[in-house]
């Protein structure tokens, strides 16, 4: 086989992968707000949210962040991020315990979580809510899955919502239209590396 056939092969995969390409994205035509959801184990889903949230910004779009739990008492995104214009940053996780293990107060703080994160699905003006780490009051049964997909559901139709955490419920997933699992390959946490500023908080 020559140089020739070799570069004309070449030419006519690319011609047949840009028709597809051309097809795909010809059909992809609607415009609206969409529900994402970030899973799985591995690193990366916090900080695809705020990746995102980053993009929005530079459209000049406003943005909403709640998180239901606080791992870490001052991360980087949220210095960064509460003080730029159109971000509405609330912490809500901060009344969580470990440690009097009362199931009632820390469904009291999860559904008082809740409502705010209710007003922002409410609120037209807010082009993206990041919902994070919102999968552990549900897994734990301190929010109602029904509740929050009913107003999910009710959000203003070009209002974008990105879930993450651990552990999804399926019933979430369901009605989300972009789901990505996070697999963990590797974490430099179980070589003994400590948590770091800029990579991990
Ligand atoms: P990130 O905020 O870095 O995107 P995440 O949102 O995917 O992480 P969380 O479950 O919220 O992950 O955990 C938050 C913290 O735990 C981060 O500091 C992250 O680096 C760390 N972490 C995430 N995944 C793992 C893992 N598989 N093993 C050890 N530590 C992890
Ligand atoms: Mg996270």
Redesign the pocket.
């Known amino acids: 086989m020559g140089q020739n056939d070799g570069d004309r092969r070449y030419r006519e995969r690319m011609e047949r992968k840009k028709a597809v390409v051309d097809r795909s994205i010809a059909r992809a035509t609607r415009q609206q707000g969409v529900l994402l959801v ?1 899973t ?11 990746g995102m949230v980053a993009r929005a910004l530079g459209h000049c779009m406003q943005v909403g962040v709640a998180q239901f ?1 606080k ?2 008492p001052d ?1 980087g ?1 949220e210095r960064f991020f509460s003080r730029q214009p159109g971000v509405f940053w609330h912490l809500l996780g901060e009344g969580f315990t470990w440690e009097t293990q009362d199931r009632e107060r820390d469904r009291a703080v999860a559904r008082k979580g809740w409502g705010i994160a209710r007003e922002m699905l409410g609120d037209p003006s807010l082009d993206m809510v990041v919902l ?2 919102l999968t552990y009051p549900l897994g734990y049964g301190w929010l109602d899955l029904e509740d929050v997909l009913e107003d999910l559901r009710g959000r203003p139709p070009m209002q974008h919502v990105i879930v ?3 552990g999804a419920p399926q019933g979430l997933c369901d009605a989300a239209d972009t789901v990505t699992e ?1 697999r ?1 390959a590797k ?4 070589a003994g590396i400590g ?2 500023p800029g ?3």
């Open positions: 970030l799985g184990n591995g690193k990366g889903k916090s900080s695809s949210a705020f739990i791992g870490c991360t995104e994070d780490e993450t955490g651990r996070m963990d974490h430099a946490f179980r948590a770091l990579i991990d908080y």
